[in-house]
C-alpha cells in the first residue's frame, strides 16, 4: 500500500511555538516489562503540586522515540501538566531504547495488553495520580483504547482523537486519494469495491480468471496500478504462487458487507460496555479514517447512556493529525503547520469540567 506522511514526519517540522501551559514540569524515566523486552518509557509531572490523574499516551500506527524533542506529543504533554495531570509514555519495541524489534504490524489486541501492563506498573509502583488513569489515543489508537477499557473498566477518561470504527481504515484512505488523483465518486467506489472484493477472491482460493474479471476496471487504470505498486501486471504464475504462500495463514475475517478487514471483532459491543466519559475529536478533512461513519457508532453505542457522557468536536480545516489544512491529503503542502484552532483548548475545558484537571 501506498506510504503516507507519518505523524512523526509532520511533529517534526511543528513550529516550537505551538507548545501550550508553561507550567514547569519533570520527566523520570519509567520503564516496564512486556513479553520479556523492557520498554522504555517517561513520565511527565507537574513539579508544583500532586498531579490529579496520569493520561497514558497512545500513539498512532508508527515509529516512536519519545526520548527526542517530539513537537506534536510536546504540546500534549505541557498542557496536560498545566491542568496538574501526568503524561505516561513509552517506546515501541525495537524504538528509543527499547529492547525487541519493531513490528509494524502489532496486533491491535497485543498492543491493548502492552498497554495494560503499562497500568499495571503504574499502579504495582503507586506512582502519584494512579488511582485515575486516562487515555489519550490517536488513529490506531482508536481500536486499541475501548479494549483496554473493556479489560480496566476503572480507566477514568478516554480522548479520541481520530478515531477508527472497528474496520481497516486502508479501504478508505485509498478510496480518499483516488478521489484526490481526479477520480469521481463513482469511479473511486467502483475502484474500491474491485479492490477489496478482488482481495477477498484471492485469500479465499479464488481462481486467476475470477480475480482479474473483479478487478477489470482497477487493472486497467495506470494510477491505481502505480498506487498499488502493480506494475507490470500480475501473472497467473505469481497470482498462484502468492495465494498458496499464505494458505492457511490468514487469522483475520472481513466485514461482509464492506469486505474490510475487521481489526476488533464485535467492536460494537466492545464501545457499549465503556462507562466512563469520553471526547471524541475528529478532522473533517481526514483521509485516513471515516470520520463520519466513527462518530456515528459512538453515538450509536457509546452515546445511548447518559452516564458516559459522550463529548463530540469536529474542525472543518483538520486533517488526520488536527493540523490546519485544505484538502487534508498526504500530498498536501502545508507551508505553516499548526494545530486547528481549538484543538488543544477543547481537550483542557472539557477535562476540567470532568473534574480532571485544575
Not at 494458505?247 to 460494537?268: H, N, S
Not at 471524541?280 to 462518530?295: P, Q
Request: charged content about 25%.
Amino acid at each position: 500500500m501506498k506510504k503516507i506522511i507519518t505523524l512523526s514526519v509532520i511533529c517534526s517540522l511543528l513550529s516550537p511555538a505551538l507548545l501550550f501551559g508553561q507550567e514547569k514540569m519533570k520527566t523520570d524515566t519509567l520503564n516496564f516489562v512486556f513479553e520479556g523486552k523492557k520498554l522504555s518509557g517517561f513520565i511527565d509531572m507537574p513539579v508544583s503540586r500532586d498531579p490529579s490523574a496520569i493520561i497514558i499516551i497512545v500513539p498512532g500506527h508508527e515509529r516512536t522515540n519519545f526520548g527526542e524533542s517530539f513537537w506534536y506529543y510536546d504540546s500534549l504533554f505541557s498542557n496536560f501538566e498545566s491542568l496538574g495531570i501526568s503524561c505516561f509514555r513509552w517506546d515501541k519495541a525495537g524504538c528509543g531504547k527499547s529492547e525487541g524489534e519493531y513490528n509494524h504490524n502489532q496486533t491491535v489486541q497485543s498492543s491493548a495488553k502492552e498497554i495494560i501492563a503499562a497500568i499495571e506498573e503504574l499502579k504495582r509502583r503507586k506512582i502519584n495520580g494512579y488511582a485515575k488513569i486516562g487515555l489519550w489515543g490517536i488513529s490506531r489508537a482508536g481500536y486499541i483504547c475501548p479494549l483496554v477499557i473493556q479489560e480496566y473498566p476503572s480507566i477514568a477518561f478516554w480522548i479520541s482523537v481520530s478515531g477508527t470504527d472497528g474496520l481497516d481504515s486502508s479501504p478508505y484512505q485509498i478510496e480518499s486519494d483516488f478521489r484526490f488523483a481526479g477520480k469521481s465518486e463513482s469511479e473511486a467506489k467502483l475502484l474500491i469495491t474491485e479492490y477489496l472484493r478482488g482481495g477477498e477472491l484471492f485469500e479465499n482460493g479464488g481462481t486467476y480468471e475470477e480475480f482479474l474479471k473483479a478487478e477489470q476496471h482497477l487493472l486497467k487504470d495506470s494510477f491505481c496500478i502505480a498506487y498499488l505498486g502493480m506494475v507490470g501486471g500480475i501473472t497467473k504464475d505469481v497470482y498462484y504462487k502468492e495465494q498458496e504462500s499464505i494458505k492457511g495463514k490468514i487469522l483475520y475475517k472481513r466485514d461482509e458487507k464492506t469486505k474490510a478487514v475487521i481489526m476488533v471483532p464485535d467492536f460494537k459491543e466492545v464501545l457499549n460496555r465503556i462507562q466512563c466519559p469520553v471526547l471524541a475529536i475528529n478532522g473533517e478533512k481526514d483521509y485516513v479514517v471515516d470520520w463520519r461513519r466513527t462518530l456515528a457508532l459512538y453515538k450509536e453505542t457509546i452515546g445511548t447512556n447518559n452516564s458516559r457522557k459522550l463529548t463530540v468536536k469536529t474542525f472543518p480545516d483538520g486533517n488526520h493529525s488536527l493540523l490546519k489544512c485544505k484538502t487534508g491529503a498526504s500530498s498536501e503542502a502545508i507551508d505553516k503547520r499548526e494545530f486547528c484552532e481549538g484543538y488543544i483548548e477543547t481537550m483542557t475545558t472539557w477535562l476540567k469540567e470532568k473534574g480532571f484537571g485544575e
